[in-house]
C-alpha cells in the first residue's frame, strides 16, 4: 500500500521546527511551483539550521525530494547563506543525485530568513500584503521540519525531540537535541549553566525572540535559548513598556525615516512605514492620507526599526500595540496590495548581520555551539497541548496512564487547525492541567 506523506506528516505531529509553528500537513495540501527550504537562520547566535544541513544532508535532501514530488513541484531550492561552509560542502557533494533541487546562496543580511523575504531572493516574485508564500505559487519549510518530514515518512517516527541551541552567558555554548517538556532551567545546565546571580533567558533569537521563565518547558517551536545578564541593553529593550516608548518617541523622534529605509517589507513593496507610524506618538496621526493605523498589519516584527533608530525607540512595539488593539476593535488587515516592483535601492539597504551583532551588545556571545549528544535524564516532563497555531490537541490519556516514547498523547480536533502530541519519554501520566500533559518519566 503507497504511503501518503501528509497523512504521515500529520499523524508525527510535525509543525513548522521555528516561529509559529505552523501545522505542516495543512502546509503540504496544496500545489506549488517552488519549494524552498529556508535554511538562512538569520537569528544571530543560533546554530541548528546550518548544523543540520551539514550532519543531515541526505535527509534534508530526501525530505526535500519528497514535498517537491508531492506537491507537484517544479523547483525545489535550499537556500543559505554563503557563509555556512560545512553545510554547503556536505549538500553539494550528494546533491547531483537528485534531479530539479538546487541550492541558492545568499549573503549575510538581517532578516533573509523571512519567508517573504526568501521568496523574493530565489523567485523573484513578491508575496502580496497581508499574503503567504503560496500566493506567488512557493512553498518555504524549516531545515529541522524537513528532518522531521522525512523521519515521520520512512520510520514512522513523531516528534518527540528538539534541536536547541543553548548560548549566551553559559559555560559550555551548544547545540542538543532534547525531549519535548524538559524543563528551560534543566537545558541551561546541560550547557554548564551560569555564574550569573540574576540573568534571563530569551527563547528564540535575540531579535524575535522573546523573554521566558526558565520553569518554562522545551516545545516543538524552541530553537534557541540564550542567556543574558539582566542588564543587557537587549533585555532593557524587551522589557520597557509600550507607554515609555511612545513617550520617548514623542520627546525624541527626528520622524528621519531611517526606520523605514531598512524595513524588509517596506523593501519589497510594501506599505509599511514605520517612521509615518511614530508620528502617531507625537502628533496623534500618521500624517498621510494614503496610510492608516490597519498598515501596522504588515509589521513581520523583525525588529530591525529599532536598530536603526538614532535615538533607540522602537516602532516594532507601536506596531504591535496597534495590531492587538486593531483586533480586539474587530477591524481586519485591509492591505492587500500586490506590489510590482521592490525599492530601486533595496540591494543596498540590506542589514549586514555582523553589525547588527554589534548593535545587539552580542559580539561576545557570538561563539560556536556545536551539536553534541550528552546523556539525558529528566524524571518530568510538561508537555503543553498547544505547540503550534490553532486549538491544542485534545488528551487521549488519563492520568495514571503508562507511555512510552513516541505514544500519542493528545489528537487534533476533527477539522480544527492543529497538531497531534507525542510523549517524549517513557513515564506514567502525572497530571492533566493548565493545557499540559505531565509525564513522570523514568518509570
Known sequence: MEKDLCSLVKEAGV??????????????????????????????????????????????LEGLKLIKEYVGAKYAVIALKEKYKKAIHSLESIIDEYEGISIHKLKNFYPAGDEQIIVYEVTGRIVPEGGIPLNVGTIVSNVETIVNVYDAYYDNKPVTEKYVTITGEVKSPKTLKLPIGMSIEEVIDLAGGTNLKEYVVINGGPMMGKITDVKNPITKTTKGLIVLPKDHSLVKSLTKDINTMLKEAKIACMHCSHCSEVCPRNLIGHRIYPDKMMRLASYSSVCDNKVTPVNAYLCCECRLCEYACVMNLQPWKLHNSLKKNLGESGIKNTCKNQPKNIHPFRSYK??????????????????????????IDVNYIEIPLNQHIGSPAVPIVQIGDRVFKGDLIAKIEESKLGSNIHSSVDGIIHDIRNNMIIINGGM
Open 350 to 375: 540590506k542589514y549586514p548581520v555582523n553589525k547588527l551583532i554589534y548593535k545587539l551588545g552580542l559580539n561576545s556571545y557570538d561563539v560556536d555551539a556545536p551539536l553534541m549528544a550528552v546523556k
Open 15 to 60: 509543525v513548522g521546527a521555528g516561529g509559529a509553528g505552523f501545522p505542516t500537513h495543512v502546509k503540504l495540501n496544496a500545489k506549488a511551483e517552488y519549494v524552498i527550504i529556508n535554511g538562512a537562520e538569520c537569528e544571530p547566535l543560533l546554530r541548528v539550521d546550518q548544523q543540520l544541513m551539514d550532519i543531515e544532508a541526505r535527509k534534508v
